[in-house]
């Protein structure tokens, strides 16, 4: 496993969709701080950084894959490997380093974008949401993002498994990306009754991405923040063991 998570690093590191990914995300970041000011919600949520990184987690996620199988390299890797489950296990924990890193660079972004934008207007100790310091507020959102990641690579997986094209898993991602909270609100409206049930869709854990940082998100997805990080956790687990299935019983 330890050799094959190498492999995989040193071919990602060489692959231009790492840089492109990085590359796209610092820039979205950088559009979202010049078109929205660096006030101290947005200082909190690292211009974005919730919803970028999730896009960017996803298109890249899908495209791992889905190029293995377009230039045939997926039958040397599937022979080199000592299982399926150290390919599968290894390419996911490639893509979750990747966030780990890109929520790294928000950090740094965030921090220069507020140094050029409005310098020390702001003070990372003073108080946001009534309980924390906006660095605080900050580092949670970045956790829950994270965590959210775990949710959106392991979705991604599975999707391109079961459709098979990329083009169409990147635009799933992006409607999610964009409207799945609105459709998780919809979803619970819709059945009033049942919104004991209906608050554990998987879209509404795209809330877990805000919510750590700022309790009024809880009155939407109607979870504590307990609730929500295990029902992520549990549906990255149950997307991982659908997609691996899946990729198992597909074609080489």
Request: overall charge positive; glycine content about 8%; proline content about 2%.
């Amino acid at each position: 496993m330890k050799k094959r998570l190498a492999e995989e690093i040193f071919k990602f590191r060489h692959q231009p969709v790492a840089l492109y990914g990085t590359l796209a995300f610092v820039i979205l970041l950088i559009y979202t701080g010049l078109n929205e000011g660096a006030t101290p919600q947005m200082l909190a949520l690292g211009f974005g950084t919730n919803q970028w990184l999730a896009l960017v987690l996803f298109a890249l996620s899908s495209s791992i894959f889905a190029m293995e199988y377009q230039h045939g390299t997926i039958l040397m890797l599937v022979y080199k490997s000592s299982s399926r489950l150290s390919l599968y296990l290894a390419k996911f924990l490639v893509v979750f380093l990747y966030s780990v890193l890109l929520a790294g660079v928000s950090l740094v972004v965030t921090f220069g974008l507020k140094i050029i934008l409005i310098g020390g207007k702001y003070s990372w100790v003073m108080p946001i949401n009534g309980h924390q310091s906006l660095l605080t507020a900050l580092l949670l959102n970045l956790a829950g993002t994270l965590i959210y990641g775990l949710f959106i690579i392991s979705l991604a997986f599975m999707l391109l498994m079961l459709v098979k094209l990329n083009v169409a898993v990147v635009g799933i991602g992006f409607a999610i990306g964009f409207i799945g909270t609105s459709l998780s609100r919809a979803f619970i409206g819709a059945f009033p009754q049942l919104s004991g049930i209906a608050k554990w869709n998987p879209l509404n854990m795209i809330f877990v991405s805000q919510q750590l940082a700022d309790p009024k998100y809880a009155r939407l997805s109607l979870l504590s923040n307990s609730q929500i990080i295990l029902a992520t956790i549990l549906y990255a687990l149950l997307f991982m063991v659908i997609g691996f299935n899946l990729f198992k019983r597909r074609r080489v």
